[in-house]
């Protein structure tokens, strides 16, 4: 619950700066994971223009059933926070691609019961991340986005990787 105000205090504060000379968007995207994470996910976030067509990302990632599976007495959750530079490729028109690149730390969280006995576990770590992406400007405050993220974590002994396909809003403050 701490981890989620924090990230709430930090889309304010980036809201807030918004009156100043910087550029703020603030973001919400839902897609579909594949691969070591699966499953439905929200991102929610904010960016703030750091030079021309170069941006600051703050993201919150939050997944659903990152196992994929459906199985009664399985309760399953990952999150993450995510920090980004990316940078938008502007066009003559409303069509802009991006490109993206940082580092997220994420939480996996499982626990199980049956027959009386109730097993969990929860792993944190750093890893990398990359993606790709267009927005279509549809006015000066809203555009559509459209993008896709790989994620590489680092555990003990052992490098997961997942996909994120996603689609959502971003709205300039």
Known sequence: MK????????????G???TSLYAVNLFGNVGLAASDLEGLFIDVGAEIEITNNFYGQVLFDYYFSPTGED?????????????????????AGPLNLFAK????YTTVKMSASGGGISISAES???GLAGGLG???????????VLGATA?????EGDTGNWFK???????RL
């Not at 105000?5 to 304010?12: M, N």
């Not at 199985?71 to 066009?91: M, P, Q, W």
């Not at 690149?101 to 997220?104: F, I, K, L, Y």
């Not at 994620?151 to 555990?155: A, D, E, M, P």
């Open 124 to 126: 944190s770590d750093f």
């Open 134 to 144: 267009v927005e279509y400007s549809m006015s000066e405050q809203v555009a559509l």
């Open 165 to 171: 396909f996603y689609g959502g809003l971003n709205f």
């Open 101 to 104: 690149a940082g580092v997220h």
């Open 3 to 14: 981890k989620i105000l924090a990230c709430v205090t930090v889309l304010v504060v980036l």
């Open 151 to 155: 994620k590489l974590i680092f555990s």
């Open 16 to 18: 807030a700066m918004s």
């Open 71 to 91: 199985i009664e007495g399985l309760d399953d959750s990952a999150y993450g926070f995510n920090f980004y530079g990316v940078y938008k490729f502007t066009g």
